[in-house]
């Protein structure tokens, strides 16, 4: 997180925004969380675990939505036959 998504105030680090006083640190956690299930979903894809893979790529996109995490699971879904969820996810690539 570079910004406080709240008053757009530059991060810190420190777990309260300096200018309007939002929690940031639940929110680091989320994002680390996030990109922590990313990273897991690549390795389960080196593994050639496709549902591993799907799970991970899943939590990832519906802990932080990114143009990264979406494809991630589009491609998950592709690779365990939810060819309708794979399509949904392309598709929203371009509103994101």
Same mark, same amino acid.
């Given at each position: !997180?570079?910004?406080?998504? =709240?008053?757009?105030?530059?991060? %810190?680090?420190?777990? &309260?925004?300096?200018?309007?006083? =939002?929690? @940031?640190?639940? #929110? +680091?956690?989320?994002?680390? *969380?996030? #990109?922590?299930?990313?990273?897991?979903?690549?390795? *389960?894809? %080196?593994?050639?675990?496709?549902?591993? !893979?799907?799970?991970?790529?899943?939590?990832?996109?519906?802990?932080?939505? =990114?143009?990264?995490? &979406?494809? @991630?699971? +589009?491609c998950s879904a592709v690779l365990t036959g939810h060819y309708d969820l794979a399509i949904g996810q392309w598709?929203?690539?371009? =509103? #994101?």
């Amino acid at each position: !997180m570079k910004r406080c998504p =709240t008053c757009h105030a530059n991060y %810190d680090g420190k777990p &309260v925004c300096r200018r309007c006083g =939002t929690e @940031l640190d639940r #929110i +680091a956690r989320l994002e680390q *969380e996030s #990109i922590e299930h990313e990273e897991k979903a690549k390795a *389960e894809f %080196d593994r050639k675990n496709y549902p591993g !893979m799907f799970y991970h790529a899943r939590r990832a996109c519906a802990i932080r939505r =990114t143009p990264q995490n &979406v494809k @991630l699971f +589009a491609c998950s879904a592709v690779l365990t036959g939810h060819y309708d969820l794979a399509i949904g996810q392309w598709r929203s690539i371009r =509103t #994101i």
